[in-house]
């Protein structure tokens, strides 16, 4: 380079200094050519995003297929223990539950639910916003002891945990307090044999069944994720034996599994279910002092986002991104770029809130120069706050794993060359 | 050729029916000797020492270069920009995009180059013939970038969103040579005719680098707001072991090549009126050892990451070694001169245009020389045409008896500052 310098300069008589004195001199001679706008036109990106994926990836849900199509999130497994050896003592001999009044006992197990167990992550304030409709719960009944058992009455309920017990809320008579509805009727399930008027589990044996058990869980994690300590109660009264031989030892129990199945498919009010997220992006990875002087150079810079939204709730996005890998609120983080609020109308569902079809919706914002900064670092962190919003018929929405949002964004950018620095 | 030949040999005959400036008597022209009214040009002239009336040795140097869009104030100031010391940033993205605002819209970006270095040892034998032996290093170089592939950093999707990428390459070419030349003086045409002397000649070459890129002319991209499409094919040939001693030059396994070099010229001793037709560079050289790569970027993306993570991985790959017949830039120069007074000489010369790897548009140069002194010529001359523009050439010499000392220089396509393209050459020789 020097040499070539020297020979620019020496080899033509008088042409003395063609090499500029200044960083400044050096970028007004370049840009002698006069200003004028450099239009281009480039897609940042289609994103096809899966209702499965958005959970998992997205709101650190994982997620499975409920028996109805519907996508469900599985609970913690839980499991209520009846202890029948310490409430009939060792017994043995023909046990009649029917004429030995020592063979029955009343049962009330509570098993502490929280908020990990739901493993909603991101999702749970939005699940708190709604109403469940689809919770399908399999229930394992595991008795150990040498004589059937035979459950009446058996429900199941929610309780609040006092906390400085640590023990369910019990009212004067010593029962545990279940909650009630609207109208002072207590919210529980009830399983029935729809053959017998009891529930009959066979000597040493399981018996499996599956319950629907929204309301509870509707009102368990309503408790659960606005804070309260809450559990599943498993109650009713037992009936030990049916009038043939049997032993049931002191250490003989009923265990009740539970695994429940939370299924997105809620019902929501006139102002929807909200949940935040965030995420880190990759970035253009633009060097500081290219980025600095493209954003002086940037004359307008206009994003497009098309939305394709197949999922059968209304969405509202208000996306806010900030330079680099942060953690908190980016709403809150100094230099946040806020975008305006992106909608996009929910997809056509049919009676039973599944999406058929889709609906579109964009966005157009143009940003300054220096708001393009945020997207030229290595990686941005983008915070979403998200509004879930009423299906288009009634208030019901219920998301399969297949839907899907996609979003193609664009951007337009116009820059300012020439004219010197 | 050989009409270009005839054409010249009968405007050469029908010169005698011109009208001329004598030369006067006791005027510069009518002492000098004929072989310094041969002026000199920009370019390659194998036979521009075989002239000398005395037996000597001559060192000379020469360079010329231009583009169609940089001028030397742009290039300093991108040397500048580039230059850590001076401008800790680097180069920008911006300034590149500045950069690409100096290119013409519809013309693209063209250059070429030429350089040699070398001796001549000659001179005459008898009165009629003179014969010289030299040796030297000539490189050769052109490149063009195609105007489609400009416009997307110059003009943005504004004007399409196809980019074709057409004619893009570029090549060098640096060869050792040695030849021999010969002038024999065929003698006057009566009292006061013609002068006629016909010259040939041949050199050996060898190649010392080779390299050659060049983009597919189907190459194309798009650019819209939903869609980055590209497919861009690049080849390219290079010399894979450089000459790194003397012992490589007589490597005969890295190829050869021969060119060979005429010429016609016909002058009135009186009058000092010349025509010539030089003919020079015929030939081609194998260079062998090439390294061939390719490189193919092929990008269907709507994501503008995904562009910039495949530009990361491409990457040229070696497919084999090659060897190629590189045609060298054939020299058709035709040129006239005459006497205007008695200190002053004008000369014109328009050499033709050159095709294939190292293009050249064709130029005219319209020259000057001032003789105040005899042995002190003063020339200033113009080059019209080429891709560059008006150039201004000058320069001085000193030209006596058993010494030569000649500095010349170009400013092409512009004045100083203003010009895209320089020229230079220097002589020094010694006769005995």
């Avoid at chain 2, 690409?100 to 009629?128: T, W």
Wanted: aromatic share 6%.
């Amino acid at each position: 380079m020097k040499v070539l310098r020297r020979l620019l300069c020496v080899s033509v008589p008088l042409m003395v200094a063609c090499e500029p004195d200044s960083i400044t001199e050096a970028r007004d001679q370049i840009g002698r050519g006069g200003e004028r706008i450099v239009t281009l036109g480039v897609p940042i990106a289609v994103d096809t995003l899966r209702a499965d994926s958005i959970f998992l990836d997205f709101l650190g849900a994982s997620v499975d297929t409920l028996a109805n199509g519907v996508m469900g999130v599985p609970v913690a497994g839980k499991s209520a223990r009846v202890a029948v050896g310490d409430s009939v003592g060792p017994v043995s001999g023909p046990l009649d539950s029917d004429t030995n009044p020592l063979l029955r006992f009343n049962f009330e197990e509570p098993t502490e639910v929280s908020q990990a167990d739901l493993n909603l992550g991101e999702f749970a304030s939005a699940v708190q916003d709604a109403t469940l409709n689809t919770v399908p719960a399999v229930l394992a009944f595991n008795n150990t002891a040498d004589a059937p058992l035979r459950l009446n009455n058996l429900r199941f309920g929610v309780a609040r945990i006092d906390p400085a017990t640590g023990q369910p809320v019990r009212d004067g008579g010593g029962n545990i307090v279940l909650e009630t509805d609207g109208s002072g009727n207590p919210i529980v399930v009830a399983l029935v044999d729809p053959s017998d008027t009891v529930y009959t589990i066979p000597r040493q044996a399981i018996r499996t069944d599956t319950v629907a058990m929204a309301p509870v869980f509707d009102r368990l994690t309503d408790l659960v994720i606005g804070g309260t300590r809450a559990a599943l109660v498993a109650a009713g009264r037992a009936l030990v034996g049916d009038g043939s031989v049997g032993t049931v030892s002191a250490t003989d129990e009923l265990t009740v599994s539970i695994d429940a199945k939370i299924g997105i498919d809620l019902t929501l009010g006139v102002t929807g279910a909200s949940f935040d997220s965030s995420l880190v992006m990759e970035g253009l990875d633009i060097d500081d002092p290219d980025a600095d002087q493209l954003a002086e150079r940037i004359d307008t810079a206009g994003v497009t986002m098309l939305v394709d939204n197949g999922t059968p709730f209304g969405v509202e996005v208000t996306i806010a991104a900030v330079r680099d890998s942060v953690t908190g609120d980016v709403f809150t983080k100094p230099g946040v770029l806020v975008l305006p609020t992106l909608s996009a109308g929910a997809a056509p569902v049919d009676a039973n809130g599944l999406a058929q079809g889709s609906t579109t919706g964009s966005l157009g914002v143009n940003l300054t120069g220096q708001q393009t900064l945020t997207f030229f670092a290595p990686q941005f962190t983008a915070g979403l706050r998200v509004r879930l919003l009423v299906p288009t018929t009634g208030n019901r929405g219920a998301l399969r794993p297949s839907d899907r949002i996609i979003i193609r964004s664009g951007a337009t950018v116009k820059l300012r060359v020439g004219g010197g620095s | 050729m050989r009409r270009i030949v005839w054409l010249a040999l009968g405007a050469a005959l029908s010169a005698a029916s011109l009208e001329a400036q004598a030369v006067p008597e006791g005027s510069q022209a009518a002492r000098l000797n004929l072989a310094f009214r041969r002026s000199p040009y920009v370019g390659v002239d194998p036979f521009r020492h075989v002239f000398s009336p005395r037996w000597g040795l001559v060192f000379q140097t020469s360079g010329a270069g231009w583009n169609s869009a940089l001028d030397a104030e742009d290039v300093g100031a991108l040397i500048f920009l580039t230059d850590d010391t001076k401008n800790p940033g680097g180069l920008l993205i911006g300034d590149i995009l500045d950069a690409m605002g100096l290119v013409p819209p519809g013309s693209g970006i063209k250059g070429a180059g030429s350089g040699e270095g070398g001796a001549y040892l000659g001179g005459p034998f008898g009165g009629r013939v003179s014969i010289g032996v030299s040796a030297q290093t000539r490189a050769h170089g052109a490149f063009q970038i195609d105007d489609e592939a400009v416009r997307l950093f110059r003009d943005g999707t504004t004007g399409g969103t196809e980019f074709l990428v057409g004619q893009t390459d570029g090549s060098g070419l640096v060869t050792a040579e040695g030849g021999v030349h010969a002038l024999i003086n065929l003698g006057q045409f009566g009292d006061d005719g013609p002068r006629l002397t016909l010259g040939f000649g041949g050199r050996l070459l060898r190649p010392l680098y080779y390299a050659r890129a060049e983009m597919a002319t189907d190459s194309r991209a798009s650019i819209t707001d939903t869609l980055i499409a590209a497919n861009v094919d690049v080849e390219s040939w290079a010399t894979a072991d450089p000459i790194d001693g003397v012992d490589d030059i007589f490597d005969f396994s890295r190829g050869s090549g021969v060119a060979g070099d005429f010429l016609v010229r016909l002058a009135w001793p009186t009058s000092g009126f010349a025509l010539e037709a030089l003919v020079a560079n015929l030939g081609s050289v194998t260079v062998e050892r090439l390294e061939r790569q390719t490189l193919n970027f092929d990008i269907n993306t709507i994501s503008i990451n995904e562009v910039t993570s495949t530009l990361d991985t491409t990457e040229f790959v070696v497919q084999d070694t090659v060897e190629l017949d590189v045609t060298l830039p054939r020299v058709i120069r035709f040129s006239g001169s005459g006497w205007a007074n008695r200190i002053l000489q004008l000369d014109v010369a328009a050499t033709m245009p050159v095709t294939g790897e190292f293009e050249q548009a064709m130029f005219v140069e319209l020259g000057s020389t001032w003789r105040l002194v005899n042995s002190l010529p003063l020339r200033a001359g113009l080059l019209l045409g080429g891709r560059q523009g008006i150039g201004y050439t000058g320069g001085f010499a000193i030209e006596s008896r058993n010494f030569l000392f000649r500095v010349n220089g170009g400013s092409l396509g512009g004045l100083l500052r203003r010009a895209k393209g320089v020229s230079g050459r220097f002589e020094l020789g010694f006769f005995f």
